[in-house]
């Protein structure tokens, strides 16, 4: 399946860039998430309240949407990324180069949630507006 499907080209291009620079740094990476549905965001955002794990989202899909989530414009308007570690799986190991990534993301004009005051949320980037 593609993780990009259905998200806005402008933010399909700038992750094909970020990614690019990242794995030119020696840290490469995939993207995770991209479209979700209201049903699979309020799976997310049962996490940690109702069901076992950590809390991972404030926005349930319904009442709040994420950005993940189509907008008027039938796309979605954000990614998560996570590192590619040595066996070629997806990490969100806290020693991998995070800020980098949101730095990256930062240059092309989109939000990082690494930068989010509650709810820190590394792996995603967004468009802004």
Request: proline residues 5%; aromatic residues 6%; charged residues 25%.
């Amino acid at each position: 399946m593609n993780k990009l499907e259905g998200v806005h080209p402008e933010l399909i291009d700038k992750v094909h860039r970020i990614l690019m620079a990242m794995s030119s740094l020696g840290h490469p990476m995939v993207v995770t998430d991209g479209v979700r549905t209201a049903e699979e965001q309020h799976a997310l955002y049962e996490q940690g309240r109702t069901k076992p794990g950590k809390i991972v989202t404030n926005a349930d899909g319904y009442a709040k949407k994420s950005n993940h989530q189509p907008h008027e414009d039938g796309l979605g308007h954000a990614v998560d990324c996570a590192f590619v570690d040595e066996h070629g799986r997806p990490t969100w190991d806290d020693s991998k180069p995070w800020a980098a990534y949101g730095a990256c993301a930062k240059a092309l004009g989109l939000a990082y949630g690494g930068d989010w005051a509650a709810l820190k949320d590394r792996p995603h980037i967004e468009l802004i507006g």
